[in-house]
């Protein structure tokens, strides 16, 4: 059973870090791209940062470039998502994706994890 589980959400202030993780099962995580998505209240799901298991090519968003940081543990069927510097508008519900496909396309063979919300406010 493919399951893609995150955690570490949560409310922080502005200017704080969080560490996204997102725990996958059912499939060998080495062999997959991985990204992480948000969408905030009222707006589309957004791309923030992407990485190939082709290349180890890794792409930002640019509201997220030099303050956030994908990464992954094979070993570990696990990725992740080390977001510093956060701002309000970072606020939203963030996604893990695994792929076959690297990049930013969504398809309808991609495996998603279920949400986790993150707020930045004082």
């Known amino acids: 059973q493919i399951q893609l589980v995150e955690s570490g959400g949560g409310l922080v202030q502005p200017g704080g870090s969080l560490r996204l993780s997102c725990a996958t099962s059912?499939?060998?995580?080495?062999?997959?791209?991985i990204g992480w998505f948000r969408q905030a209240p009222g707006k589309e799901r957004e791309g923030v940062s992407c990485d190939s298991h082709l290349d180890g090519i890794t792409n930002y968003a640019d509201s997220v470039k030099g303050r956030f940081t994908i990464s992954r543990d094979n070993a570990k069927n696990t990725m992740y998502l080390q977001m510093d510097s956060l701002r309000p508008e970072d606020t939203a519900v963030y996604y893990c994706?695994?792929?076959?496909?690297?990049?930013?396309?969504?398809?309808?063979?991609?495996?998603w994890g279920q949400g986790t919300q993150v707020t930045v406010s004082s």
């Open positions: 059912g499939f060998i995580l080495e062999g997959y791209a």
């Open positions: 994706k695994a792929a076959a496909v690297p990049g930013w396309s969504v398809r309808s063979s991609d495996y």
